[in-house]
């Protein structure tokens, strides 16, 4: 069985997705271990409950970027993980560490990449006035928010939508695909050809969303 890594900041619910996947078992993996740069993450504390091994590296305790990239690679590998799964951890990393970890880690985006990069992607969906939002798995190369993609799920953004209850639409969806995106990892389903994701896979018919629809 595959070993994962989880690297988080924050809330953890991706990470919460991710254990219920693996505890009914949808999600063959070993969940090695999570890590935080914030102690106070509550997902450490999911973690813990879940009998998962947690480490706090605290990134304002080092002098800069590398040298914290480098400490969370050292304790990231003493894991020996075969995946390291971005769960809401909000640091940028630097080039080096994004290479290290080449085709091995993978990330989840709040927002249909290649639209709306970086942060307050709902905020900036609703002020767009885009009728699809939706989010992202792909894999990390050292362009932020950039890298080939795994899967999508788009959402639409209704009228009265603020940015609370897109976000929450939003966050329903990415509960559903990362835990999909790893199990597909794990199963060795997914390919890298030319910068781009190739599943191997007996597809569904996919249905269109189309935004709005008219009665
Ligand atoms: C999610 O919206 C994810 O897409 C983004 O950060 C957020 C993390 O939320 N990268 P949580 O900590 O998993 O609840």
Same mark, same amino acid.
């Given at each position: ?9 924050? %809330?953890?619910?991706? $990470?919460?997705?991710?254990? !219920?996947? %693996? ?8 969940? !090695? ?52 799964? $971005? ?39 609703? =002020? ?29 953004? $209704?009228?009265?939508?603020?940015? =609370? ?15 999909? !995106? ?19 896979? =007996? ?11 008219? %009665?």
């Amino acid at each position: 069985m595959k070993n994962i890594v989880i690297l988080i900041s924050g %809330r953890g619910s991706n $990470l919460e997705a991710l254990i !219920a996947a %693996r505890q009914a078992g949808h999600l063959p993996v070993n969940i !090695a271990a999570v890590i935080s740069n914030r102690a106070a993450a509550p997902g450490l504390e999911t973690a813990a409950r879940a009998g998962i091994a947690t480490q706090c590296i605290d990134h304002q305790t080092f002098a800069g970027r590398e040298a914290f990239d480098a400490a969370l690679a050292d304790c990231i590998d003493g894991f020996h993980p075969d995946l390291v799964v $971005l769960a809401g951890f909000m640091r940028i990393l630097s080039d080096g560490f994004v290479r290290h970890y080449s085709g091995r880690l993978i990330n989840i985006h709040p927002s249909l990449l290649p639209s709306f990069a970086g942060l307050h992607t709902h905020r900036r969906a609703l =002020e767009e006035g885009v009728r699809i939002h939706g989010c992202t798995v792909h894999f990390v190369t050292p362009a932020l928010d950039h890298g080939p993609v795994i899967i999508q799920a788009a959402v639409p953004v $209704l009228d009265d939508d603020c940015e =609370e209850t897109l976000a929450a639409r939003v966050l329903e969806q990415e509960h559903q695909i990362y835990p999909l !995106a790893v199990r597909w990892f794990a199963e060795d389903r997914l390919r890298l050809e030319n910068g781009r994701v190739r599943l191997n896979a =007996e597809l569904l018919a996919n249905s269109a969303l189309v935004s709005p629809l008219l %009665r």
